[in-house]
């Protein structure tokens, strides 16, 4: 029973936290976005595929979240945009104060949309609120249509559900629209997109839609 | 500080549990795996596979993980093996505690081989020992060849990488080799197979080296 004191103070402590990052959001009028997966689903490629849709159009920043090593804020650097590496060391999610630590390093002047990107796991981080505006989940047609089902907390939690990698369709048993059942058994109000980072299949839909949202969150400050 | 504590007292009582369970197999010359992976990597199909590839061969029981739902029980039942599906409803990866209760529901008699399918996790669960004789990582070609780098923890406590979905390679970025050196660098004594479920590539060979690891076993007792 201890244990699960401990753990209720934990999660009340990151909510709280939680509160204070959004607060700094929202003075600041920045949207924010907090993109969850498997390892290997496609979240830096679908960042990558983002801030180059984005380009002239947003100012985006960028937290990046892994067990270990920077490579994926290596790989978002590139477009020239701010970005940090948070390495958790082991950790298997991100918290808010981590967040809110990475924020110091970030010149967020200007900034209309944060990209938040988790560690890969497709359990612990749906439990931690990280002061987003929304949580986006990535899954992969090569995890098989069932994962909504075997790990709801995440498709429940989330308002945004990416099927990521379509180009491998062909040559996979996984069946889109069984997983979109699946995903809106979990979550009725999931809205969904279909993409390839690969061949850049859907990403337009996708950013048109988050420009929307970045847009109308500002007309309501 | 106090949670770092309660942590340290979470995995010693399951390193005390997991010794139990190690010297239950033991009395019973059972040896055991530990299976983990992302999820969609491709364990249950593994597990299919291998039940297939060992019937008549080696007398084999085997326990299901999941944060939620029986559909891998079923599958595996259909292979005519003692099977019980643990359901963690939420919790990120198995214990010692829950494959001891687990036990209490599997007929272990003449049983040679007891396999462990873990929650789809790529952090956790490799903290927890189960009491296994070893853990077997599979890595599926879709997540790309920098995973061992991302979430080290894993590879460096697993003793077997079995790389799955080889059939996808030409459609993917992987590099196999890549994937390999990576894996190689975290943890040298990686015993590495590459395997495709879909097409049995490979299943044979992991499965003569995994019966020859029961019998040697058998042979040490």
């Known amino acids: 029973m201890s ?3 401990i753990e209720r103070k934990v999660l009340e402590k990151n909510d709280e936290l939680a509160r204070q990052n959004r607060t700094l959001f929202a003075s600041r009028n920045i949207f924010s976005i907090n993109i969850v997966s498997s390892p ?65 390093n970030l010149d967020l002047t200007n900034i209309q949309l944060l990209v938040i990107e988790n560690v890969g796991n497709l359990v612990c981080p749906a439990n931690y609120d990280l002061g987003e505006e929304m949580k986006v989940v990535v899954a992969s047609t090569t995890e098989g249509d069932d994962k909504p089902l075997k790990y709801p907390g995440m498709f429940r939690n989330a308002s945004v559900l990416i099927i990521n990698k379509t180009d491998l369709l062909p040559y996979l048993p996984c069946k889109i629209d069984e997983l979109k059942r699946n995903a809106l058994s979990i979550n009725p109000s999931l809205i969904i997109f279909e993409t390839s980072c690969t061949t850049g ?21």
């Open 3 to 5: 244990v699960i004191t």
């Open 40 to 104: 290997g689903a496609g979240k830096t490629s679908l960042v990558e595929k983002t801030l180059e849709q984005l380009k002239g159009k947003l100012n985006v920043a960028v937290v990046e979240g892994d067990v270990q090593t920077d490579f994926d804020a290596q790989r978002v650097a590139k477009y020239g945009v701010p970005v940090v590496q948070i390495v958790t060391n082991g950790g298997c999610h991100l918290e808010a104060k981590l967040v809110q630590d990475a924020l110091q």
């Open 201 to 221: 299949y859907g990403v337009a839909e996708w950013c048109t839609w988050l420009t929307g949202k970045v847009f109308q969150h500002k007309g309501t400050k």
